[in-house]
């Protein structure tokens, strides 16, 4: 099975930047899309960004203009970098892979954004 790994999360300012890194343990090229989505606690997970198999990408209205998604086939890592990060962006952050047949999930990583 496809195992995904967050690493990048912790605690930052406001304004600040972070960028979250997913490595996957198959190749992400031959998935269907990928995509970061968070949660926060007593809320439902949410999309933030996503990215199709064709490069199309999708980004929910808080983080648009915020938020860049990428990958690099040959690490088979997708990226998010989170820049000018606000308050309600504090969640836990997942990583998602869209096989042909199954979405994969991530531990997530914890994103912290405090004064």
């Known amino acids: 099975q496809v195992q995904l790994v967050e690493s990048g999360g912790g605690l930052v300012q406001p304004g600040g930047s972070l960028r979250l890194s997913c490595a996957a343990s198959?190749?992400?090229?031959?998935?269907?899309?990928i995509g970061w989505y968070r949660q926060a606690p007593g809320k439902q997970r949410e999309l933030v960004a996503e990215?199709?198999?064709?490069?199309?990408?999708n980004y929910g209205d808080s983080v648009k203009g915020r938020f860049t998604i990428s990958r690099d086939n040959a690490k088979n890592t997708v990226y998010l970098q989170m820049n000018n990060l606000k308050l309600e962006d504090t969640a836990v952050y997942y990583c998602?892979?869209?096989?042909?047949?199954?979405?994969?999930w991530g531990q997530g990583t914890q994103v912290t954004v405090s004064s």
């Open positions: 998602h892979v869209l096989s042909q047949y199954l979405g994969y």
């Open positions: 198959g190749s992400i090229s031959s998935g269907r899309s």
């Open positions: 990215m199709t198999r064709g490069g199309t990408t």
